[in-house]
């Protein structure tokens, strides 16, 4: 708890140096938020920082992104099985690096950009509670 406390002062200190508009957070506020970061991340034993596999960045990305939304249409994976033919803005994991999965052509699909944040809530809720990983079942977008 002391350790907490310190913190928390720190990092009021460091946002009224920095100009920044959290000035207005009581040390008490702070530590509670900081209590409860710290049971979130201990819920589980998913490790935040850790992935099988290293991410692809930059200019390969860029060309492996382009060469998805090429493959798929331009239209979103999870849409077509409900008959809706949604533009796909974003590429991404089926099975997530976290679980295994890789920047292989074969693991990506294009995606809407609802339907992308959808799949990364649930998958982070799964991690985050030290389930298993599972493949991601998407709904119908409303209409």
């Given at each position: 708890a002391a350790?907490?406390?310190a913190r928390a002062d720190r990092l009021?200190?460091?946002?009224?140096?920095?100009?920044?508009?959290?000035?207005?957070?009581?040390r008490a506020a702070m530590v509670a938020m900081l209590r409860r970061q710290l049971a979130t991340l201990q819920a589980g034993p998913a490790r935040l920082a850790t992935t099988?596999?290293?991410?692809?960045?930059?200019?390969?990305?860029?060309?492996?992104c382009a060469r998805i939304l090429?493959?798929?249409?331009?239209?979103c994976r999870y849409c077509q099985p409900f008959g809706h033919l949604t533009?796909?803005?974003?590429?991404d994991h089926f099975r997530p690096l976290w679980a295994g999965g890789?920047?292989?052509d074969?693991?990506?699909?294009?995606t809407c950009?609802?339907?992308?944040?959808?799949?990364?809530?649930?998958?982070e809720a799964a991690r985050l509670s030290g389930q298993p990983w599972q493949p991601w079942q998407p709904a119908p977008l409303e209409r």
């Open positions: 350790h907490d406390v009021i200190i460091a946002r009224r140096r920095s100009g920044g508009r959290a000035h207005h957070h009581t099988t596999s290293e991410r692809t960045r930059g200019g390969s990305w860029q060309r492996t090429r493959r798929d249409g331009g239209l533009p796909g803005a974003e590429v890789t920047d292989a074969g693991n990506l699909r294009t950009k609802p339907h992308h944040q959808a799949k990364t809530r649930a998958e």
